[in-house]
């Protein structure tokens, strides 16, 4: 049975939801256009600032942004990072050309190229965009393995470097368009001026936080490293550089939860990334309720450059039987961390948190009718959509391939539908070492014909040209965040009009999640 909104709830929204600061109802205010709940446009300075190759922008200009990683070239033999990420094999080679050919990335399976240069990201909201989460992320452990690196792996330094770089794209957009406040891409800090972003027709960009280790909260041995003290003084800083969403953990259990585990290879990566981080592997056991994390793949293999990180004698560990469930919960520090981003009115990620540390974080929001709770890309156990929604949070979904992003639509509507939530959207995860939507299988029957117009009818898009190289979301499926309006085509070309409007009322229903968790807030 699924469970109702509180009347104080219902209330609480609909004063948040109905009424706009000129006092209008919804039916003159709501905005429409789609909303990314979760990318990274300036992950290339995270993980000592070498991994990922090309930037978002460059006073340069576009040659000297989208150039590959020095020790990609001649040919790509040496970048084994991009070549087990994208083959499964450290060995390959690729043309690491860039500028004006891109003749091998950007490419929707290339993990370590730039996907979101800013014209890219600039056709995107021509095309329907209206808000986007930019994860501001970091992950001292991934930086302390890579062996090169030009920044510090201190997480929160990275993280300042990231938020200083989305300011810079800010101004750097504001002088190609008349001056301060021009631009098409607008920061904001609190829902209001979203609003008015968006019905201005421009892209209102939420800075949020993805990262393993905030404000210095690793545990080792299961000693946490940091106190209240030091999560007060986090989030303060946070929120007072624009962040207005957060991730309590990511990856790695940590002083403040444990984490939704990842499966396969990848699983046994980040598994030895938690050993080396907290001092013990993963600890699992087999799930007896319906709610269940990853599960861990007993096939999962390190790469042979991995290996020798492991400490003499110690092979990955063997699991008890599927499904598995993390022993590790919320902390009694992850509680008050929560608790201190519901008195500031930030939205709290549960995505990545066990299930263990989800449905507890789940508790302490509906104690308090908070409703500022998102799953943005796809890594929240299913089984807690019902709560989320009750809460009146917001759930977006990961940036699957046409066909399975329909598919899981349709499975999620009538629960929508039985909470009244207005709209859906997308959580792209751009150049977060996944993938990016493929070609859809089997398309030639019914393939996205050019030019097509965008949702409202305001622009004509045609295939999307960077200097030499002419793209076909066909063929190359989302090869670059400038083909996410050709993936949304391509969703209306097999489903109809119906997801497309819901998702143009996606951003609405962002707002409206934002604008009640401030109105909730402590004063």
Not at 6 to 30: E, H
Not at 197 to 213: D, R
Not at 321 to 350: D, F, S, W
Not at 473 to 494: K, Q, S
Request: glycine letters at 10%; a negative charge.
């Amino acid at each position: 049975m699924m469970r109702r909104r509180s009347i104080a709830v219902v209330l609480l929204l609909l004063t948040a939801s109905l009424i706009s600061p000129g006092g209008r109802s919804s039916a003159a205010s709501d905005v429409r256009g789609f909303v990314d709940a979760h990318s990274h446009l300036f992950s290339y300075e995270a993980f000592g600032g070498m991994l990922l190759c090309g930037k978002p922008f460059d006073p340069g200009g576009i040659a000297q942004a989208l150039k590959d990683c020095p020790d990609h070239y001649p040919h790509g033999e040496l970048a084994w990072f991009e070549n087990f990420t994208r083959t499964g094999s450290p060995t390959g080679t690729h043309d690491p050309v860039g500028w004006p050919t891109f003749r091998d990335w950007p490419a929707h399976d290339s993990l370590t190229h730039q996907q979101a240069y800013y014209t890219w990201v600039e056709r995107a909201w021509r095309g329907g965009l209206r808000i986007m989460v930019n994860d501001l992320v970091a992950n001292r452990q991934l930086c302390a393995i890579y062996p090169l690196r030009k920044n510090s792996c201190d997480e929160m330094a990275t993280l300042r470097l990231e938020a200083q770089r989305a300011t810079e794209l800010q101004d750097y957009i504001d002088a190609q368009y008349g001056g301060p406040g021009q631009g098409w891409f607008r920061i904001v800090r609190d829902p209001a001026e979203a609003r008015r972003t968006v019905e201005a027709g421009k892209l209102a960009v939420v800075l949020g936080v993805e990262t393993s280790e905030p404000f210095g909260c690793r545990q080792i041995l299961g000693i946490p490293q940091c106190t209240r003290a030091q999560i007060d003084r986090g989030l303060d800083e946070m929120y007072a550089l624009g962040v207005r969403s957060m991730f309590v953990c990511h990856k790695y259990d940590n002083a403040l939860c444990g984490v939704r585990f990842d499966s396969g290879t990848q699983g046994a990566i980040v598994n030895l990334g938690n050993l080396l981080s907290t001092g013990s592997f993963w600890q699992a056991r087999t799930c007896t309720g319906p709610e269940h994390d990853n599960p861990i793949d007993p096939g999962g293999v390190l790469p042979d450059q991995l290996v020798g990180l492991l400490p003499p004698g110690v092979s990955l560990p063997v699991y008890p039987p599927a499904p598995h469930c993390n022993t590790k919960g919320l902390t009694a520090l992850g509680e008050y961390m929560v608790q201190g981003m519901i008195r500031r009115g930030m939205l709290v990620e549960i995505d990545h948190m066990s299930a263990k540390a989800a449905g507890r974080t789940l508790t302490l929001l509906e104690a308090a009718g908070y409703p500022g709770v998102i799953s943005s890309h796809s890594w929240a156990d299913p089984t807690y959509f019902d709560r989320i929604y009750a809460l009146g949070g917001m759930i977006t979904q990961y940036g699957h391939d046409a066909q399975d992003f329909v598919a899981e639509w349709r499975r999620t509507q009538p629960l929508r539908q039985a909470h009244q939530i207005p709209g859906y959207g997308y959580g792209l995860d751009v150049n977060g070492l996944g993938e990016l939507p493929g070609p859809r299988a089997g398309n030639s029957a019914n393939p996205v014909t050019y030019p097509f117009t965008s949702f409202d009818g305001s622009v004509a898009l045609d295939r999307l040209r960077t200097g030499d190289r002419v793209w076909d979301v066909n063929t190359d499926g989302v090869a670059n965040y400038g083909l996410v309006p050709d993936w949304i085509e391509d969703m209306r070309v097999i489903a109809g009009p119906d997801i497309v409007r819901d998702m143009a009322a996606g951003a609405e229903s962002y707002l409206r999640t934002w604008a009640a968790a401030t109105a909730r807030r402590a004063p």
